[in-house]
T-cell receptor, first 116, second 111 residues
Framework: EAGVAQSPRYKIIEKRQSVAFWCNPI?????LYWYQQILGQGPKLLIQ????????DSQLPKDRFSAERLKGVDSTLKIQPAKLEDSAVYLC??????????????FGPGTRLTVL | GQNIDQPTEMTATEGAIVQINCTYQ??????LFWYQQHAGEAPTFLSY????GLEEKGRFSSFLSRSKGYSYLLLKELQMKDSASYLC????????????FGTGTKLQVIP
């Protein structure tokens, strides 16, 4: 079974530029998550999708971050404009079970973003 | 809200046993995950505890006390490849699954 795919793996941009990340979850997984992990910290949930609907985006800085999962499969996370403090690894994860029960999350390799 | 506390760093010797603690405060509790994360890599699942007690899985065991808001990960017969960060993550009760991760414990295994 293929794992969670993410691209690009690395991205370097200047502040105020825009950037987009792509995630393809494990086939059949209904739930998709985007996390931000700053160096030395644990992952912080940005947004959680159930199929193509948003379940939780309470920690997503909506003035600059946006995410979508139009067909309930792939997802994109965008930052516009980027700030220095957005430098982090952006992890995508997916899980199989529907909302209401805990289920193991499978993580992609992440995208390491550096904002100069 | 949730508050999760883990030691920042630990060092242990190859072949030894190490215990990584995690304490949490949460308004509702469903279960607790442990993930392993090697430097520059994504977290990978180690265990999920819902009930009190110890669950053993090879060299790794995880313990949970719901009444005390406490868990630990026990690593036996340490190997150099066990050098990694170990993340404790809490799943609240009710509604959808929203996992909150701790900051992680960076374990260094030395010869």
């Amino acid at each position: 079974e293929a794992g969670v795919a993410q691209s690009p793996r690395y991205k370097i941009i200047e502040k105020r530029q825009s950037v987009a990340f792509w995630c393809n979850p494990i086939s059949g997984h209904a739930t998709l998550y985007w996390y931000q992990q700053i160096l030395g910290q644990g992952p912080k949930l940005l947004i959680q999708f159930q199929n193509n609907g948003v379940v939780d985006d309470s920690q997503l800085p909506k003035d600059r971050f946006s995410a979508e999962r139009l067909k309930g499969v792939d997802s994109t996370l965008k930052i516009q404009p980027a700030k220095l403090e957005d430098s982090a690894v952006y992890l995508c994860a997916s899980s199989a079970r529907l909302a209401g029960g805990a289920d193991t999350q499978y993580f992609g390799p992440g995208t390491r973003l550096t904002v100069l | 809200g949730q508050n999760i506390d883990q030691p920042t760093e630990m060092t242990a010797t190859e072949g030894a046993i190490v215990q990584i603690n995690c304490t949490y405060q949460t308004s509702g509790f469903n279960g607790l995950f442990w993930y392993q994360q090697h430097a520059g890599e994504a977290p990978t699942f180690l265990s999920y505890n819902v009930l009190d007690g110890l669950e053993e899985k090879g060299r790794f065991s995880s313990f949970l006390s719901r009444s005390k808001g406490y868990s630990y990960l026990l690593l036996k017969e340490l190997q150099m490849k066990d050098s990694a960060s170990y993340l404790c993550a809490v799943v609240p009760s009710g509604g959808y699954q929203k996992v909150t991760f701790g900051t992680g414990t960076k374990l260094q295994v030395i010869p």
